[in-house]
């Protein structure tokens, strides 16, 4: 069963940083993609930013460069650096992963950004 445990998600100003941790119970190595997804009240979930196995990455349009996304395949976790906070990335913080034999995306708990003005 995979399990993805996300951390680093709390309180922060804007203009701060923050950086979220995402460890995977099995290796993340073979094909993998991991991504970040974030979900504010009332409004639905959407794609922050994505990892291969091999580094490619990709960015919500709208994130103006101010995150990073990285991985650790070693230690099967992914990480997103997140710096320039806004009040508008106040939200829960989802990691996801999928592997090429599996249907569908694997989710962690989520954890809570909150960036203060």
């Known amino acids: 069963q995979v399990q993805l445990v996300e951390s680093g998600g709390g309180l922060a100003e804007a203009g701060g940083s923050l950086r979220l941790s995402c460890a995977a119970s099995v290796s993340i190595s073979a094909g993998n993609v991991m991504g970040w997804y974030r979900q504010a009240p009332g409004e639905q979930r959407d794609v922050v930013a994505t990892?291969?196995?091999?580094?490619?990455?990709n960015y919500a349009d709208s994130l103006e460069g101010r995150f990073t996304i990285s991985r650790d395949n070693a230690k099967n976790t992914v990480y997103l650096q997140m710096n320039s906070l806004k009040p508008e990335d106040t939200a829960i913080y989802y990691c996801?992963?999928?592997?090429?034999?599996?249907?569908?995306?694997?989710w962690g708990q989520g954890t809570q950004v909150t960036v203060s003005s």
């Open positions: 996801a992963a999928k592997w090429p034999w599996t249907p569908n995306w694997y």
């Open positions: 990892i291969t196995s091999g580094g490619r990455t």
